[in-house]
C-alpha cells in the first residue's frame, strides 16, 4: 500500500468556524508533511513531523495548528481562518526525514475560505 | 542558498512529438534531485530522481532526464508525448534547511494538442 489518504476532498468554511483535515498513511513512513499549495504554484512546507518531533515553518500562522496523534495519522486544524488560506493542502509521507527520500502526496484538500 | 528554476512557465506540445522540460538549479554539494508530476486536482508523483551514478535517470511513464554538472541542469525528456501527460511538472532539489527536505522549482505546465 503506497497509498496517502486525505479528508475530506472538499471543504468550505467561514472565518469563524473550526474545522480539522485529516491525513493517513499505512507505509510505515515515520515523516509526515502538510503542504499548502496556491493556484499555479509549488508547494509550501507547513509543517513536519518527523518521528512524532514537530518541525514548523515559522511563516506559517498559528490559526493552523498540526497535530500527529501517532505514526499513521496527521491532522490539521484550523480555527478562524482568512479568505487567503484558501488553497489546496497536501499531505505527504516519507520513510524517514531525509533529503533523499522520496515523498508520497496525498489527493489534497480543496479548502475555501468565505 | 539551494534554488531550482525552471525557465518555461507553460509548453504546448502536439500528441506523438518529444518533450524536453527545463529545470536548472543552485546547490553548493552534490545535489539531490527530483522530477514530481501532478495532474490537475491531484498530488504529487515522483517520476524520478538523480543522487549519484549514472547521469542519465529513467523514470515512471517514459520519462527519462540526465544530470549536467557543468550546466547545473536536470531536464526532463520523453520520445513521444500521450495527452495524458498533460500537467504540472515540478523539478525539486533536496534541501538542507531547518525545516525544509525538498526545494520545489515553481513549476511546467504541459498541455498536449491531440
Known amino acids: 500500500d503506497t497509498e496517502v489518504t486525505q479528508t475530506p476532498k472538499h471543504l468550505v468554511m467561514g472565518m469563524t468556524n473550526k474545522k480539522s483535515l485529516k491525513c493517513e498513511q499505512h507505509?510505515?513512513?515515520?515523516?509526515m508533511y502538510w503542504y499548502k499549495q496556491k493556484a499555479k504554484k509549488p508547494p509550501e512546507l507547513m509543517f513536519v513531523?518527523?518521528?512524532?518531533?514537530?518541525?514548523i515553518n515559522e511563516s506559517v500562522p498559528s490559526r493552523f495548528s498540526p497535530e500527529c496523534p501517532n505514526s499513521s495519522l496527521l491532522n490539521l486544524h484550523l480555527h478562524a481562518l482568512q479568505p487567503e488560506d484558501s488553497a489546496l493542502y497536501l499531505c505527504?509521507?516519507?520513510?524517514?526525514?531525509?533529503?533523499?527520500?522520496?515523498?508520497?502526496f496525498g489527493p489534497g484538500t480543496r479548502l475555501t475560505v468565505l | 542558498a539551494q534554488s531550482v528554476t525552471q525557465p518555461d512557465i507553460h509548453i504546448t506540445v502536439s500528441e506523438g512529438a518529444s518533450l524536453e522540460l527545463r529545470c536548472n538549479y543552485s546547490y553548493g554539494a552534490t545535489p539531490y534531485l527530483f522530477w514530481y508530476v501532478q495532474s490537475p486536482g491531484q498530488g504529487l508523483q515522483l517520476l524520478l530522481k538523480y543522487f549519484s551514478g549514472d547521469t542519465l535517470v529513467q523514470g515512471i511513464k517514459g520519462f527519462e532526464a540526465e544530470f549536467k554538472r557543468s550546466q547545473s541542469s536536470f531536464n526532463l525528456r520523453k520520445p513521444s508525448v500521450h495527452w495524458s501527460d498533460a500537467a504540472e511538472y515540478f523539478c525539486a532539489v533536496g534541501a538542507r534547511t531547518s525545516y525544509d527536505t525538498v526545494i520545489f522549482g515553481p513549476g511546467t505546465s504541459l498541455s498536449v494538442i491531440p
Open positions: 513531523y518527523s518521528y512524532e518531533k514537530l518541525s
Open positions: 507505509m510505515g513512513h515515520r515523516a
Open positions: 505527504a509521507s516519507s520513510p524517514t526525514r531525509s533529503n533523499t527520500d522520496t515523498q508520497y
